[in-house]
């Protein structure tokens, strides 16, 4: 997006911040839907074991591992400059909370 104003230094660090959390953000996200995905076919009954091992051993490490990547992201997704969290959104502009400009 050419044409906007040139940012300030203290600007280009929030934005160089928040590049990095997004990134951290949707690499991890792959990972996490793939243990989402698995959590509702075992817990549905679709799948009853996965490489020999059955879902009574699989389903624990999956509720952690999922509960683990929700407080990561947790602490991850906020505000660079006022650590506010960011919410739902996976792709803001400005933050809701202070409004500096992320991206
Ligand atoms: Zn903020």
């Given at each position: 997006?050419?044409?906007?104003?040139?940012?300030?230094?203290?600007?280009?660090?929030?934005?160089?911040?928040?590049?990095?959390?997004?990134?951290?953000?949707?690499?991890?996200?792959?990972?996490?839907?793939?243990?989402?995905?698995?959590?509702?076919?075992?817990?549905?009954?679709?799948?009853?074991?996965i490489?020999?091992?059955?879902?009574?051993?699989?389903?624990?490490?999956?509720?952690?591992?999922?509960?683990?990547?929700?407080?990561?992201?947790?602490?991850n997704?906020?505000?660079?400059?006022?650590?506010?969290?960011?919410?739902?959104?996976?792709?803001?502009?400005?933050?809701?909370?202070?409004?500096?400009?992320?991206?």
């Open positions: 997006m050419a044409g906007n104003d040139i940012p300030s230094g203290e600007d280009t660090q929030v934005i160089e911040a928040f590049k990095q959390k997004k990134k951290i953000q949707l690499i991890l996200l792959i990972p996490f839907a793939v243990i989402v995905i698995l959590f509702f076919l075992i817990t549905r009954g679709d799948v009853d074991n490489g020999g091992l059955s879902s009574d051993v699989l389903l624990p490490p999956i509720v952690i591992l999922m509960v683990l990547g929700l407080i990561f992201s947790f602490f997704w906020r505000c660079p400059a006022c650590k506010s969290y960011l919410g739902k959104t996976i792709n803001p502009k400005h933050c809701h909370n202070c409004g500096v400009k992320l991206q």
